[in-house]
């Protein structure tokens, strides 16, 4: 065997802590290896170019990179032995930076035992490794979408134009999600490409008409999942009603729910006046087809005072959810700018604890909010209280530390955003991964098109969104899923767990322990049975090789006798 | 000292790295072999390294509920909790193996674990012969099918069909123990030759009691068998192939 070993010196920032020199005389002793080569930067493009010469020339079995970590580089490494005709798995990285160079700065003698040592393993390990090939993977050009509000709409909309199948799955009976029952949106104001307002006098809402006549997708309201198995580019989903759909790729915009205020028993949730930003969006939306004028829900009186109060549920106030739901601030200020506008005598006062408004234009629309009148009072509300009289609130100026009480006709909760109540539930049909707060775990998007599930979220449901980067989400997802599943087959790494067929004793305790229920029973005739790893379906964890009872699965470039050999040199 | 780190790909390999961007220094003996997930590490290469004599094994995964590979790492904190407990029994010092949270964004927390348990190996000192031999019995153990079906199935008991946790624990170090017993009378047997439940507890350190009936196992599933009367006891010895 000949291994061909690469040390890379990182343009001195290896070299300042190891002795290359002595890396690569101690590497020459070790058997098998052909020939040693110092760069001084090798990931670069004269480096990378020497690499493949060199490989080209020496045509060695195996390749060692001594550098940079391998999550840093491996890939640029993995493609040049590609090019130079040689089989990406037939290399190891030596981890002599990150792990070594630069952990040990500080103490150069052991730096140096210790890069010699992991050369050792590295060489070990990589005598054993096995060319491997890429796993063909046939994808259905066929998407589901669950959740028809903004952004899955937009998701829809965009894989129908990339040439997919759709299926759009809502709950409810109608597309809109919670963009449906905002009256106006701030701090455009017009209608924007999510106007969906079910107002008398514009009855077209863009995007539902375009989705809704869009060929390529089917609707489904009243809709949601039940089953789903399969991986990326093949997931056979069940749908209520019993109906079974076969898809390439879902894509999940479940959007947020509101905080509940009754949570905050201080704050009288319960009185008829005290009500929530989306309950204030629904009295908008009646007063248009009654007048015009703003009632409040106990006498039907026009408020004279109206307070918002901010964070509600949010910023871990009055044991809320630890974050920031982005976007009550600056409904608050639309709400207070359009109800000041409509009646310019009432008083109209927000409370707030840090008011934020990022974004070109916000910081704009709030200061004209206050040139309009509108009052600002930093305090944190203690509670609010409902007397004889009517409806007070009490609480605490942030700056002067006093209390104060203000008489409220309406009081506004500006209610944060928390994960959907079916979020678990999806996350476990879909195997994805929650956050600390619920949400769906964000997924890297620079490494999102090397994703191997097919699985995609897209808006609020990755955690607070305002609707134009939902929708800009949306749009994300759809391209990530386009560019992944639309090539109609996809080549994947060939690192998956093997069954071997004469150690298996057919207990199956693979298919429970795996997370993806990738382990196929596969019936020959009454007397055969075999288990098979689905290969697309693979992501390599090992977790199967770890718990087989009989030892026959093994996990390629992480096999038992790789790893034993790794240990074997670094004692 | 020698201390083996197993890292995960997703979180605690990055980690690592970026303890090291950070230039956070941890020991230098320390020695990272990556896999994939936390779940992928299976006992027998715990104890395959402690039976070689590296001091100290600490595997490490993503945080609970956050594994790139779903439940990976809460298969590895079970099984290496298992460990611990089978070690206080076994004569090795459970400290010598541990698990971890490291996420990728933890490089302070990475080198302060493996400073941490350096500084305790350091402490129990370096792995003893007795530990090495004992961990060699339950190598054999973690190789062989009985105990690895009955921790194979821990998922599917404990999650999927909702049997008590603690319960299920006992009946795995239950199992396991039995094992190592098993394990320890058939090196007896084999270096002498024949033996009794008697003489066999004497050697071993157990009750006669716990050896007979375990004797009676081992021969009813064809491993040993007793070859009558002999000096007034009854005599076991390894069936011929095992």
């Known amino acids: ?571 | 000292m020698k201390i083996l780190v197993f890292c995960c790909d997703w979180c605690s390999y990055p980690g690592a790295d970026l303890a090291g961007i950070l230039r956070l220094e941890y020991p230098s003996e320390v020695r990272i072999i990556k896999v994939m997930c936390s779940g992928r590490v299976d006992l027998m290469l715990v104890l395959d390294a402690l039976r070689q004599g590296i001091d100290g094994v600490m595997v490490t995964g993503c945080h609970p509920g956050e594994c790139h590979y779903v439940h990976g790492n809460m298969e590895a904190e079970r099984r290496i909790e298992l460990l611990r407990s089978i070690f206080e029994r076994s004569g090795i010092n459970p400290r010598r193996v541990r698990i971890e949270w490291i996420s990728a964004s933890e490089g302070e927390k990475f080198a302060e674990v493996t400073r941490a348990f350096k500084q305790e190996i350091d402490e129990i000192g370096p792995i003893n012969q007795g530990e090495i031999d004992a961990a060699e019995i339950i190598h054999d153990v973690f190789s062989s099918e009985r105990a690895r079906l009955v921790l194979g199935a821990s998922r599917r008991a404990i999650e999927l069909e909702g049997v008590d946790p603690l319960w299920y624990k006992g009946v795995l170090e239950r199992t396991v123990r039995e094992e190592v017993l098993r394990e320890r009378i058939l090196r007896e047997l084999r270096k002498t030759g024949a033996l009794s439940a008697h003489e066999l507890a004497e050697r071993i350190g157990e009750p006669a009691k716990e050896i007979f009936w375990n004797l009676i196992a081992m021969k009813r599933r064809q491993i040993i068998l007793d070859i009558g009367i002999v000096d007034d006891s009854l005599k076991f010895a390894i069936q011929e192939g095992v």
């Open chain 1, 1 to 571: 065997m000949k291994i061909l070993v690469f040390i890379c010196g990182c343009q001195g920032k290896i070299e300042e802590v190891l002795d290359l020199d002595a890396l690569s005389a101690f590497t020459s002793t070790i058997e098998d290896v052909e020939a040693v080569k110092i760069d001084r930067y090798l990931c670069g493009k004269e480096g990378l170019s020497l690499f493949k010469e060199e490989v080209m020339r020496v045509k060695p079995d195996r390749v060692i990179i001594a550098g940079c970590s391998p999550r840093l580089h491996g890939e640029i490494f993995a493609e040049a032995l590609e090019d130079a005709g040689m089989n990406p798995h037939l290399r190891e990285h030596v981890n002599i930076r990150e792990q070594c160079a630069w952990a040990h700065f500080d103490d150069l003698d052991g730096a140096n035992r210790k890069a010699k040592k992991l050369m050792e393993m590295g060489i070990a390990k990589v005598r054993l490794k096995r060319p491997l090939d890429k796993i063909n993977v046939e994808m259905k050009p066929a998407a589901l979408v669950i959740g028809g509000g903004v952004s899955g709409m937009e998701a829809a909309l965009d894989l129908s134009n990339g040439g997919f199948k759709v299926y759009l799955v809502e709950r409810e009976a109608e597309l809109g999600g919670r963009v449906k029952r905002l009256s106006q949106t701030f701090p455009t104001v017009g209608c924007g490409i999510c106007c969906m307002h079910d107002c008398p006098d514009c009855v077209l809402t863009p995007q539902v008409e375009e989705v809704l006549s869009d060929e390529n997708i089917e609707v489904l309201t009243s809709t949601t999942v039940e089953k789903a198995d399969g991986f990326i580019g093949n997931y056979k989903v069940r749908l209520t009603g019993g109906r079974e759909i076969d898809v390439g790729t879902v894509i999940i915009a479940t959007g947020t729910e509101t905080f509940d205020p009754n949570r905050i028993p201080e704050y009288s949730y319960s009185s008829a006046d005290v009500i929530t930003s989306l309950e204030l969006e629904d009295l908008y939306m009646k007063a248009r087809s009654d007048g015009g004028q703003i009632k409040r829900p106990s006498d039907g009186k026009i408020p004279e005072s109206i307070n918002f109060i901010q964070c509600v549920g949010s910023r871990g106030i009055k044991g809320g959810n630890p974050y920031c739901s982005i976007v009550c601030c600056i409904y608050a200020l639309g709400h207070a700018r359009e109800f000041k506008s409509r009646y310019p005598d009432a008083e109209v006062t927000i409370h707030y604890i840090d008011l934020r408004s990022p974004y070109r234009g916000f910081e704009e629309y709030y200061n004209e909010a206050r040139d309009m009148g509108v009052n600002f009072v930093r305090g944190e509300i203690d509670k609010i209280e409902e007397r004889e009289d009517g409806v007070y609130i009490v609480g605490t100026n942030r700056d002067t530390k006093e209390r104060y009480e203000m008489k409220s006709d309406l009081v506004v909760l500006s209610v944060g955003q928390e994960p959907a109540d079916n979020t678990r539930e999806l996350a476990n049909l879909f195997n994805l991964e929650l956050d600390q707060d619920g949400f769906f775990l964000e997924k890297n998007l620079r490494l999102i098109g090397e994703d191997t599930s097919g699985v995609y979220v897209a808006g609020a449901a990755n955690g607070p969104r305002n609707i134009r980067y939902s929708v800009a989400d949306g749009r994300v997802m759809a391209e990530a899923a386009i560019e992944r599943i639309g090539a109609e087959r996809i080549l994947l790494e060939g690192v998956v767990a093997r069954i071997d067929q004469d150690l298996c004793i057919k207990c199956a305790t693979c298919l429970e322990v795996c997370p993806y229920g990738i382990v196929e029973i596969v019936r020959e005739d009454a007397e055969e049975v075999r288990l098979e790893v689905l290969e697309g379906g693979c992501r390599a964890c090992g977790i199967c090789a770890a718990e087989c009872p009989a030892s026959a699965i093994q996990l390629e470039d992480f096999r038992d006798d790789q790893i034993l050999a790794e240990v074997e040199v670094a004692i």
